[in-house]
């Protein structure tokens, strides 16, 4: 028999979605649990206060209110974990509901338990909450620093011939996954235990947290996350409501579940980006960069969820990007205020990293004259020298970054863009060319997986990474039905059930494929030499495995445009996308991720801001006020890979996840600062809407 075509490098659709599309899928909000009493929350109406009065009693007046709670009811549950990427200066504590004072608009501080969701929210409305305002606002303040120094920052500015500086101000944003949050919880009186569907990134984190927080052994607890309507990193980490309703149901040994509505997803789910972040880079005259230095200031909430810190790491530990920078001096802090909580939004620090460095790698070429694609190539660490550890510890693992924008030259047509664009100036056009490099670091650690040959000849699967809609099972299948040769409609894969899949980790990070992946990769392999050797049906694999380091993907992005004088619109003409993700094991989810990617950025860059007035009141409370990114907004995508296997997994894959969100942004930043650059406009922040662009021409016209 002539060998079979791999699947692996196939565009096979995802194997989920022809149930989501028959809407067969079943979300937390769809899961049937006969008698579950609904749980809403009585919230903060401000973002600071002392509770002088909480009269729950009333609630329990409302028709179908079975029990109200207030902190004291929950004052001894434990405390959620926070991952200390970087150094922690202060321990906040983090009540499940408020203790006493409340820290912002949104918090919850009540919760009514009724027998439909609409008594619950009646129940919450009959409570009587009295917040003293009186005192002064709670100054924002410092939790967490770090910094990072390498060579001699202060003799490579003196020496420099050119010292170019940026101040970037990213919009605070709202995730804003499809479905809310949500968990639905049913009792389990033969274990006092509980089976949890939650929409959740991390089932086995949840299980882990559920367990320490409420102090009982993790066997009473299962944890199911099959269909997730997207993420984003908002559901990486578990919520107080979350929490709340687990509580609930042990405490009244009956189901519980809550749905967030999409006004409390604004309110009180994480929020992303909003970082403040300050740099100089020095160069010589030549465009040699010689020295970096850089600030960056986090936004987090007075609660963090587990991954609280990782915006401000990331967003200072990933400068300078892929550049070769010999000195550098870079310091990041994450500061609390009394505004929603904020963690991971897809790209969790590295985009503000990459936006802040491709600013001023760009005003490096402006400044030397030196044309922008060929700055970056002259300054990119070389593919002979990979891989390479960075001033900030990094280690870059393989790839040929300057290729990847000569690959960008040739497919965007980057001279003849030039070219049209100068045309149009001449005409009086507001035209931009604008292009961005991008470096995309996926996660660290370990994934689990456990491959059974089933008696029946097919194959099982479970994998401790899980799935949020993005196509998991089906590029796992890939890599089983070609590791043991079997049929790919043998292979089930099963993830995000904590019953029923190996201890694992997640779905973030851009992991799951480089680590997730590979686990099975090296399960298959192992379960291959079992049944080589003569082992008799069924036969069991399981592998544990931790990859050697970060696989670091990196790509360009060329985005030409046009802003309208009269109206500040920006038309797109034209997007090119360069992406390497080492190994591709399916190319059509590939594409949807950095077109996904790409429409993310995209709303970062044109649309997306979370508003607070000065005395933390959420202005921006539904999408009315949001803007969300739709259809039409998207110019049409031309994607470009390169596949340069990373050597640091097993698969050689690289992360993909996030790839758009890191790229778009500073390459449209970048285009559209290149259209004003005639008016003598040289900064701006996002998002660009087209008032904000108006009203900078008009002012610069002016002048
Ligand atoms: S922002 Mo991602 O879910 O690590």
Redesign the pocket.
Known sequence: MPPRPPYIGRPLPDLRSERSLRGQGAYVADIELPDALHVAFLRSPVAFGTIVDLDLSSALDVACVLAAHGGKDVSGLGKLSVNPVIEMLTSPSYPILAQQVVQAVGQPVAAVLGTSADSALDGCEAIRLAVDESGPPPAPDAVARQAWSNGDTKDAFANADIVVECQLQHPRLAPSPMEPRGIAVRYEPATDGVTIWHST?TPHRTRKELAAILEIAPERITVIADCVGG??????SLYPEEIFTVWAALEHKRSTRWVATRSEDFLSATQ?RGVTSYGRLALSKDGQFLGLEARTDAPVGRWLPN?GL?TAWNAARILPGGYVVPSLEVETQATAQNLAPTG?????GRPEANCLMERLVDKAAKASGIDPLEIRKRNLTPAHSLPSKTATGNVLDSGDYANALNLLRQHAGYDEALRIRDERRQRGALAGVGIAFYLEPS?NGWESAEVSWQSDGTIIVASGSSSQGHGRETAFAQIAADTLQVDFDAVTVRCGDTAHCPEGIG?????STPIGGSAVLRACNDLRAQIEAGADLPVTARCQYENDGQAWGYGCYMVSLEIDHETGEITLDRVTCVDDAGRIINPAQVHGQIRGGFAQGLGEALLEQVIYDEDGQLVTGSFMDYAMPRAVDLPPLDIHTAQTPSPLNALGAKGV??AGTIGAPPAILNAVLDALAPLGIEDMDMPLTPSKLWQAITSAEQE
């Open positions: 990134q993420a984003f990193g908002m559901k990486a992303g991954s990782v991971i939004y897809r790209g969790a996660g779905a973030l990070a851009s992991r996840g996030e």
